[in-house]
């Protein structure tokens, strides 16, 4: 028996200008492929566009419609859809007529209508051969009337259209760029040229390729920087927007886009712009089989997954790429994006968008796609990246792929790390990885996070100081950080630190292992010190907001935007807290004071000493020789115990303490060197006396002490970088030097007496000793009231001995050593 559907199909045929056949797809597949050409349709992804266009919400062209016909005959012909999904297309469209025309005539009128307006002659061949063919089929009974199609297709349910299984709604979402029809072993017939696109349009031109691109689109992509001129725009008027957009050159088409949709309120997000080209390129990796299926589908289930989490409908979404899409078009006005294409996918009545966002994907394929993406970046290197792209974005290109650098930019990326370790950093290749210890700073992030809570709980040292008090700005800064107090501030040191690492790693002069093993060691306490990607990123902006590097600039929009991004690449990190491991020694909060009685001499004492490169070392050894005639290891062992035991204060001492109980004397001796050529010697003895006379910087009531405390710390530093002291020795210095401060001093006040005392007597003669001495009283200043926060450390320390005065730590971003408990 003659099915009704499949001979009303092959008689519509005869209409497209085809002789008659009772089998509807009847035709050699090399012919169908060439048919199909001729239409300008070259892929399967076209044709599916061309089914859509016969069904808009309103009004159908009747020749779109018939064409549809023609096509699906030719499809199943070359292969490119089976014979029951083609059926289902034309029992949909059979279905259409029949509920909008009452009779075989009035379709043929409708038909004739369309093509008269396309200029094509009334009476054309093809209606006279359909006429032909359905008298001679009704009188040999096999004619298939309206009525008779009308009946058959009331006892037909509609059949699916798409692909409906769940892997196959996976690729819903990328029916924008080409509706998928079939699943198929061989998905080059929806996309033959995508090799020569992805080469063209991305540069991506195999499977590390593929996996960047979509990391960084899902991570980053083009909302990135639109992001960010949009916050920093909305913080400006109108004279500061207008010298944007003039500074962006032949970037200006976009700036005018951008400006434009902040002026007519648009909503300023277009995320769905690189998330739904996640779904899209994912789909091209697995046409060409540079992604097997099961990483194909994750990438697109992960699309699926950050536009659930952002838009509720297909509407919502579309309206956020269109927006993107105009920015990268730099087209003014949204509206103008909204096409025929749009149109259809949001209200045809076959649109593949049917079938609602929410539901495209279950809750198992979204904790596939989850663990999936974790799994790209479960390399504790993907931290280090992370964390060093707020400051140089492009790093995000890298992920998923270990150490991966693009070819082209090998060498000159390695030339540039280099310069910038060597230059900036003043990181050498001898030192090896263990050199980066020294950027490691966990003193400095006990001393930030001491400040935070002593200001948060209005503990904060005095302002004012015998040398002076620190200027508003920095008191202003100061006091900034009790915004900071339940905020670890390891961040702040670790994120320039990651840094540091990845410039070692791209440089290629340090061990490649062992650079991974410092990521490993990063991950490690960042988990440890911070729950979660956003408590580390609160903390961050917290620190970054009080401490910016750059008073004019900070990283803040940056990292906002990495904490809300729900694709941001630090909320797909491995975040695990394994065993406590840091990339650097951590000393002891006894060890951190000991080294701060080096006051101002050295602001740099931030974590424990160690050999340095082989260029600073000779630097060092020559300020040893040139400022103390130090030559070895046993001479500055012999001057260390000299300073500890009796250094220049003895001096003072012997030579010039009696004077003050004989100013007749001090007067008359004063006045014999004054009056007859001095050799260098004699004159500094005689600079001293009249220090002595004037009681210049209170030297007669100041015990000094504390100058012979502070060289000799920085002397047994400088002892340690150069290898001359080992670690045992360095400890047993700084031993016997916070025992001498606690004996001699009860405050960092009455220290800083002592030592500003100590450096003005005994400062040789120099034109420049007012500036000096300015110089290091600021530097007192400083340290004493900690402001600016990252001058010295003695804000945050109880002196040696004396009653602990600070209040405790709320989290654990401490050194050990501290036995205060909670006030």
């Known amino acids: 028996m003659v099915d009704p559907l499949n001979a009303w199909w092959s008689q519509q045929l005869v209409l497209c200008g085809w002789a008659f056949e009772p089998d509807p797809v ?160 061989d998905q080059l017939h929806d996309w033959p040229d995508a090799a020569a696109w992805l080469e063209q349009v991305w540069q991506v031109r195999g499977r590390e390729d593929m996996i960047r691109t979509l990391l960084w689109l899902a991570a980053q992509g083009h909302r990135y920087g639109w992001d960010l001129d949009v916050a920093r725009l909305l913080e400006q008027e109108g004279a ?57 589908e994750h990438f697109a289930l992960h699309g699926i997954d950050l536009l659930t989490t952002r838009y509720s409908d297909w509407t919502a979404l579309m309206r956020a790429y269109q927006r993107g899409r105009a920015l990268f078009e730099g087209q003014p006005s949204v509206r103008k994006l909204f096409d025929e294409e749009t149109a259809l996918l949001l209200h045809s009545p076959v649109s593949p968008w049917r079938l609602p966002l929410s539901e495209l ?16 970046r479960r390399d504790a290197w993907h931290w280090v990246l992370a964390l060093a792209s707020v400051r140089e974005p492009e790093l995000l290109y890298r992920q998923g792929i270990p150490g991966a650098i693009p070819h082209e930019k090998d060498e000159s990326r390695r030339q540039d790390a280099q310069h910038y370790l060597t230059e900036t950093l003043g990181l050498f290749a001898d030192e090896g990885v263990q050199g980066l210890a020294r950027y ?44 900071c107090s339940r905020h670890a501030a390891t961040i702040h040191m670790a994120e320039k630190y990651a840094f540091y690492v990845l410039m070692a790693d791209d440089s290629g002069d340090f061990d490649g292992r062992e650079t991974r093993t410092l990521a490993q060691s990063l991950r490690s306490v960042l988990c440890h010190l911070y729950e979660n990607p956003k408590k580390l990123l609160e903390a961050w902006i917290a620190w970054e907001t009080v401490l910016p590097e750059m008073s004019d600039d900070t990283l803040v929009h940056e990292i906002r935007w990495h904490r809300d991004d729900p694709g941001s690449c630090f909320h797909w990190l491995d975040w695990q807290c394994t065993y406590w491991q840091e990339p650097g020694p951590r000393p002891t909060l006894h060890q951190f004071t000991a080294l701060a009685l080096t006051g101002p001499l050295n602001p740099g004492i931030w974590n424990k000493p160690q050999c340095e490169s082989a260029l600073e070392n000779e630097a060092a050894r020559q300020w040893l020789s ?50 007859g050529e001095c050799s260098q010697e004699e004159r500094h003895h005689l600079l001293r006396l009249q220090r002595v006379r004037d009681n210049d910087t209170r030297c007669n009531d100041t015990d000094m002490t504390a100058w012979d405390l502070a060289q000799a710390v920085d002397l047994a530093v400088t002892g340690r970088i150069v290898g001359w002291l080992n670690a045992g020795a360095l400890e047993r210095v700084l031993d016997k030097a916070m025992a001498k401060a606690q004996q001699h001093y009860a405050s960092w006040q009455t220290y800083a007496e002592g030592l500003y005392a100590g450096f003005a007597f005994f400062m040789g003669e120099t034109e420049e000793r007012e500036t000096f001495l300015r110089d290091f009283r600021e530097g007192l200043v400083a340290w004493l009231c900690g402001a600016p926060p990252l001058a010295g450390p003695w804000s945050s320390l109880d002196f040696p001995g004396s009653r602990p005065r600070h209040w405790a730590l709320t989290h654990i971003d401490t050194l050990s050593g501290d036995s205060r408990t909670l006030h």
């Open 240 to 296: 500061e927007r207008q010298a944007w957009l003039a500074g962006l050159v032949d970037q200006r088409r976009y700036g005018e886009a951008l400006l434009a949709f902040i002026d007519q309120g648009e909503p300023l997000e277009w995320a769905a712009w690189d998330w739904l080209r996640v779904i899209d390129l994912a789909y091209a990796g697995w046409v060409l089989g540079w992604l097997d299926s099961s990483e194909a």
């Open 26 to 185: 009847a035709v050699e597949q090399s012919q169908a492929l060439a048919r199909l050409t001729v239409f300008g349709i070259t892929e399967r992804g076209e044709l599916g566009w061309r089914l859509l266009e016969a069904f808009p919400a309103e009004k159908p062209d009747p020749q779109r419609q018939l064409a549809v016909i023609e096509l699906l005959a030719l499809a199943v012909a070359a292969g490119w859809l089976s014979a029951e999904r083609a059926e289902a297309w034309v029992l949909r469209l059979a279905k259409d007529l029949q509920a909008r025309y009452a009779s075989l005539d009035e379709w043929l009128a409708a038909l004739r209508d369309a093509r008269l307006d396309r200029g094509w002659a009334q009476g054309d061949e093809a209606f006279v051969r359909y006429s032909e063919v359905l008298a001679t089929l009704e009188h040999e009974g096999q004619g298939v009337t309206w009525q008779l199609l009308g009946d058959h297709l009331a006892t037909r349910n509609d059949e699916p259209l798409w692909p409906d299984t769940p892997a196959a709604r996976v690729w819903l979402p990328r029916a924008l760029f080409a509706p998928l029809l079939m699943e198929s072993s």
């Open 361 to 376: 994907i279950s809750d198992a394929q979204r904790e596939a796609s989850r663990n999936a993406m974790l799994d790209w």
């Open 440 to 483: 490691w700073l966990p003193a400095q992030s006990h001393h930030l996070n001491q400040l935070a809570a002593d200001a948060a709980h209005n503990m904060l040292p005095p302002s004012k100081t015998v040398f002076g008090q620190p200027s508003l700005e920095a008191q202003y800064a100061r006091n900034s950080l009790a915004s």
């Open 626 to 675: 040139s400022h103390y005639g130090l030559h070895g290891a046993s001479e500055l062992q012999e001057f260390l115990t000299f300073l500890l035991e009796a250094g220049d204060r003895q001096e003072y001492q012997i030579n010039y303490a009696p004077y003050t109980l004989n100013r007749a004397r001090l007067i008359e001796e004063i006045a014999i060197l004054e009056s």
